[in-house]
């Protein structure tokens, strides 16, 4: 497995952006895809924004399309921009990588990732 870090979580207001980002230990063994989830407090795990390790194809869910934005480095880095970020969007923030299923574009379900970091909080409020 590859390990992941997140950074950039924090404290905004509605309206408000932040960047995350994620730093693979092994870029290269990290899987064809990789991706961003979050998960509030109750909530099952969402899949946001993927997009396969050659960067050449991006996946959202409708929740965030539009706002947010999901970019790689091709060396060892994700990064999501998040835009106009609103109340809904508080939760913990991960990366993951892995397969991302057998089709053309990269899942947005969990189960097919199987490295994880360990979440970047998010919140917004006013």
């Known amino acids: 497995q590859v390990q992941l870090v997140e950074s950039g979580g924090g404290s905004v207001q509605p309206g408000g952006s932040l960047r995350l980002s994620c730093a693979a230990s092994d870029y290269t063994n990290a899987g064809r895809c990789m991706g961003w989830f979050r998960q509030a407090p109750g909530q099952e795990r969402e899949g946001l924004a993927t997009?396969?390790?050659?960067?050449?194809?991006t996946h959202y869910a409708d929740a965030v399309k539009g706002r947010f934005t999901v970019s790689q480095d091709g060396v060892a880095n994700l990064y999501l921009q998040m835009d106009n970020l609103q109340a809904g969007d508080t939760a913990m923030y991960y990366c993951a990588a892995g397969d991302g299923g057998p089709w053309y574009l990269c899942s947005l379900t969990a189960n097919h990732y199987t490295s994880w970091g360990q979440g970047t909080p998010v919140s917004v409020s006013s």
């Open positions: 997009i396969t390790r050659g960067g050449l194809t």
